[in-house]
């Protein structure tokens, strides 16, 4: 894998890519996002790997201080990134405390603020743990697995699986979210909760940023989970 250098996204808002390569021959193009706070200081959303030149690039915009492991998929260069901004907090998904052992984790709040970002978990779904964040200034919402939109890749074996998860050329979630819910009703909660912000724009991890017509790609993908929601929840909810 080879960190491109930092290109501007939004208002005080960076990315830096990757070609992520996987057992078996897979790879799949990944990106970390780089939010400058109120403060001036940086947050580094889901890291990949960051080589000098890269780092002097983020050195550019500010000082990274504090490091954001969304989920329990997305944390594999956490320890690097920690090791190369040892002044910074790191956040972490419930369960990575066992994955990033050494590393001191601040657990993400199910709901809330962190670092200046809102957050909150996509509940339900324990074995993926995924945090969302906003980003209001630029109203950019970020996200690892939640939705993928890969329309380019030279790889054959990873267009084959995009393509059978239902992700290939497409704004699309992985059918693997409908086969790990556990709980429908915090799933509905929360991605109702979601979808509720303020956002106009969705940084994606793997494939091109959603600009155009945003919320209404996020609210396409993730229809089926808030579907039946006052049933789900309750007549309270309608």
């Known amino acids: ?54 780092a002097a690039a983020i050195a550019e915009v500010g000082e990274v201080r504090a490091i954001v492991a969304p989920s329990c998929t997305h944390y594999l260069h956490v320890r690097a990134a920690a090791e190369r901004y040892p002044r910074a907090c790191v956040w972490g998904a419930p369960g990575l405390e066992k994955k990033l052992a050494g590393v001191a984790l601040s657990p993400l709040p199910t709901s809330g603020a962190v670092e200046g970002l809102r957050v909150r978990l996509v509940e339900g779904v324990p074995y993926l743990t995924e945090h969302l964040f906003l980003h209001e200034r630029s109203a950019s919402l970020l996200v690892t697995d939640f939705i993928f939109n890969v329309n380019r890749l030279d790889n054959l074996p990873m267009k084959i699986f995009l393509w059978m998860a239902g992700t290939w050329k497409r704004p699309a979630q992985s059918k693997l979210w409908r086969l790990v819910v556990e709980d429908r009703a915090a799933l509905a909660r929360s991605v109702s909760d979601i979808l509720a912000w303020d956002f106009t724009r969705v940084v994606t991890a793997h494939g091109d940023v959603l600009e155009e017509n945003a919320r209404a790609h996020l609210q396409r993908a993730a229809g089926w989970m808030t579907r039946g929601r006052s049933r789900l929840l309750g007549a309270k909810a309608a």
């Open 1 to 54: 894998m080879e960190p491109a250098l930092l290109r501007p996204i939004g208002d005080d808002v960076w990315a830096y890519e990757a070609i992520v390569r996987l057992p078996a021959g897979f790879a799949l193009p990944a990106r970390a996002t780089v939010v400058r706070r109120d403060d001036g200081a940086l947050v580094l959303h889901s890291p990949l790997p960051i080589d000098d030149a890269t």
